[in-house]
T-cell receptor
Framework: KQEVTQIPAALSVPEGENLVLNCSFT??????LQWFRQDPGKGLTSLLL?????REQTSGRLNASLDKSSGRSTLYIAASQPGDSATYLC????????????FGKGTLLTVNP | IAGITQAPTSQILAAGRRMTLRCTQDMRHNAMYWYRQDLGLGLRLIHY???????GKGEVPDGYSVSRANTDDFPLTLASAVPSQTSVYFC????????????FGEGSRLTVL
């Protein structure tokens, strides 16, 4: 059974700092991994999708990496801004007959002005 | 703007009543999903549909039913609501279930009294 863990559960940083969010998974037989952000009371917004054959994806100030062999992904946010404050979730799509998507519980990020 | 539309955004319902949450997408995605999000439990899959005319059970299907008569619509029905179904419900879609990027609606907050 795939398990996805995000540590830390909460993170507070000053504006302008570069930061890394972590996502670990127990079964390396995955199809892809997706990072989302969720603002309070809102739906999940897709940030980056990394296919199993890829090592990283970049979008603006965001860079996500994937290391299947070690069961880890990181989301790097450069020059953080108060508008980056949100909960960040990772989700891993596993192989098998039903292509199950397993979500982590998320990291609550607060960027202080 | 292309995306997923959910209705209602919020609803208070008496226990025992029937309720249908509506979901419409205009991205022509094949796969659609219903999740519930609860504090401490994260996101859990209720039902999914790989393509129009087919549906499948997720992790927590009891008390819920879905239909997929066409590509765009994927309603979720609670036949007889119970208080434990108080939650935030998210509809999502992806081009393909196996490897597609997942997109979410804004959610429907349901309270069952």
């Amino acid at each position: 059974k795939q398990e996805v863990t995000q540590i830390p559960a909460a993170l507070s940083v000053p504006e302008g700092e570069n930061l890394v969010l972590n996502c670990s998974f127990t079964d390396s037989a995955i199809y892809n991994l997706q990072w989302f952000r969720q603002d309070p009371g809102k739906g999940l917004t897709s940030l980056l999708l990394i296919q199993s054959s890829q090592r990283e994806q970049t979008s603006g100030r965001l860079n996500a990496s994937l290391d299947k062999s070690s069961g880890r992904s990181t989301l790097y946010i450069a020059a953080s801004q108060p508008g980056d404050s949100a909960t960040y979730l990772c989700a891993v799509r596993s192989g098998g007959s039903n292509y199950k998507l397993t979500f982590g519980k998320g990291t609550l990020l607060t960027v202080n002005p | 703007i292309a995306g997923i539309t959910q209705a209602p955004t919020s609803q208070i319902l008496a226990a025992g009543r029937r309720m249908t949450l509506r979901c419409t997408q205009d991205m022509r995605h094949n796969a659609m999903y219903w999740y519930r999000q609860d504090l401490g439990l994260g996101l859990r899959l209720i039902h999914y549909s790989n393509t129009a005319g087919t549906t499948g059970k997720g992790e927590v299907p009891d008390g819920y039913s879905v239909s997929r008569a066409n590509t765009d619509d994927f309603p979720l029905t609670l036949a007889s609501a119970v208080p434990s179904q108080t939650s935030v419900y998210f509809c999502a879609s992806s081009e393909r279930r196996q490897t597609g990027e997942l997109f979410f609606g804004e959610g429907s907050r349901l309270t069952v009294l």
